[in-house]
Nanobody, 125 residues
Framework: QVQLVESGGGLVQAGGSLRLSCVAS????????TGWFRQAPGKEREFVAG????????KYGDSVKGRFTVSRDNARDTVYLQMNSLEGEDTAVYHC??????????????????WGQGTRVTVSS
């Protein structure tokens, strides 16, 4: 049984930073990638970033390129999302996700089998 737990969300002023964490339990070693998604009220779930299992490859959504960085520490079963220069449009619930069909470049949420419960990020302007 794979479980993902996100943490690190909160309230931050525009221009500020947050680092989200996603801790996995269960066997994820055969899963090729992990993704971060976000969902704002009334909007569809949006791909934010993806990282390969070994950490060598990354992909970012256009709206966060140059501001967000995804990384991982497999010794701690943790994937991180460093978010800098936060904007009001970044306000959303952020989820990490993974699965056997999830590559680091997979932007379709339907390809991800396992999801965390999400952590809320609110950016005040």
């Amino acid at each position: 049984q794979v479980q993902l737990v996100e943490s690190g969300g909160g309230l931050v002023q525009a221009g500020g930073s947050l680092r989200l964490s996603c801790v996995a339990s269960g066997d994820t070693t055969n899963f090729p990638g992990t993704g971060w998604f976000r969902q704002a009220p009334g909007k569809e779930r949006e791909f934010v970033a993806g990282i390969s299992w070994g950490g060598a490859y990354e992909k970012y959504g256009d709206s966060v390129k140059g501001r967000f960085t995804v990384s991982r520490d497999n010794a701690r079963d943790t994937v991180y999302l460093q978010m800098n220069s936060l904007e009001g449009e970044d306000t959303a619930v952020y989820h990490c996700a993974t699965g056997p069909a999830a590559m680091y470049y997979t932007t379709d949420p339907r390809a991800y089998a396992y999801w965390g419960q999400g952590t809320r990020v609110t950016v005040s302007s």
